[in-house]
């Protein structure tokens, strides 16, 4: 699938993810402007570097409307939602804190992730697949100065391919 990231003006308080899926179907969504990266391309860090399917994307990949899998993927009460989708979007938004913070602290990076697992009934993923927690923060650090150096107008093209 291929993810279109369109920043929008200077002004503008929302930019936009398209994805196009590899039978050439399409979805978009609005993203807010939060001062970092944006939610949607943390989800694209976190579930790339842990080969998640059954994540966020991995739900858009299969043919789910971005509208719909946001909403999957926030259901805290939702015991039909793949565990992967559960720990992506849990680690993600810890990550978005950490962002948030401009700086990488281990501990408030656990305490996050087990406050976001538990709000939705499931342990916390054990993240030593994809270097630990710190790679995947350096990697959306990476990601993050992409996306800022990108003109307003222009698009960053990412391909997301589930394991």
């Known amino acids: 699938m291929q993810l279109i990231a369109s920043k929008q003006g200077k002004y503008d308080k929302y930019d936009q993810l398209r994805c196009v899926r590899s039978d050439g179907s399409t979805t ?3 993203m807010p402007r939060q001062g970092v990266l944006p939610h949607d391309l943390i989800h694209y ?8 399917r059954h994540g966020f994307l991995g739900m858009v990949a299969a043919g789910a409307d971005i509208s719909f899998a946001m909403e999957q ?12 989708a559960t720990h992506a979007e849990a680690i993600v938004e810890s990550l978005q804190a950490q ?3 401009g700086a990488f ?3 408030m990076f656990d305490a996050g992730l087990e406050s976001a697992c538990a709000m939705r009934g499931c342990a916390a ?3 030593g697949n994809a270097g630990g927690a710190q790679a995947l923060y350096d990697a959306a650090l ?3 100065q992409r996306w800022q150096q990108l003109a307003y ?3 960053l093209e990412l391909a997301f391919l589930p394991a």
């Open 28 to 30: 978009s969504t609005m």
């Open 45 to 52: 860090v976190v579930e790339t570097a842990l080969a998640y």
């Open 73 to 84: 993927s926030h259901a805290y009460d939702n015991p039909a939602l793949a565990q992967q």
């Open 99 to 101: 962002l948030w913070s």
């Open 105 to 107: 602290d281990q501990a």
């Open 125 to 127: 993923p054990v993240l």
């Open 142 to 144: 990476v990601m993050a």
């Open 153 to 155: 107008f222009s698009t």
